[in-house]
């Protein structure tokens, strides 16, 4: 089981930028896609973006495309999510995912294996 911790969310106002990241345990993290998701109270927890273990292909929800970068880095177990251009309605829990099958970049909640506890993102206007 991977464990997955979230850190780096915090307030900030429209326009500005954050970075998020998300550790993960053990030693086969370059083995498996991973996702970023979000979500706010009374909706359900949507897709953000994902990316394949290698690292070259990226995947993006388009109300943060263009916006929001998705990197990992497997030495160090860690994907990240960098926000710009930060909109009050990107304000959310956000959480990073390990897909159930490890090859597949999860962007449905039912495609991810594994929640972080997430970290909370809020832009104020």
């Known amino acids: 089981q991977v464990q997955l911790v979230e850190s780096g969310g915090g307030l900030v106002q429209a326009g500005d930028s954050l970075r998020v990241s998300c550790a993960a345990s053990g030693r086969t993290f370059g083995s498996y896609a991973m996702g970023w998701f979000r979500q706010t109270p009374g909706k359900q927890r949507e897709f953000v973006a994902g990316?394949?273990?290698?690292?070259?292909?990226?995947y993006y929800a388009d109300s943060v495309k263009g916006r929001f970068t998705i990197s990992r880095d497997n030495a160090k177990n860690t994907v990240y999510l960098q926000m710009n251009s930060l909109k009050p309605e990107d304000t959310a829990v956000h959480y990073c995912?390990?897909?159930?099958?490890?090859?597949?970049?999860?962007?449905?909640?039912?495609?991810?294996?594994?929640w972080g506890q997430g970290t909370q993102v809020t832009v104020s206007s």
């Open positions: 990316i394949e273990r290698s690292g070259r292909s990226t």
């Open positions: 995912a390990v897909p159930r099958s490890i090859l597949v970049v999860p962007t449905t909640t039912e495609s991810v294996g594994s």
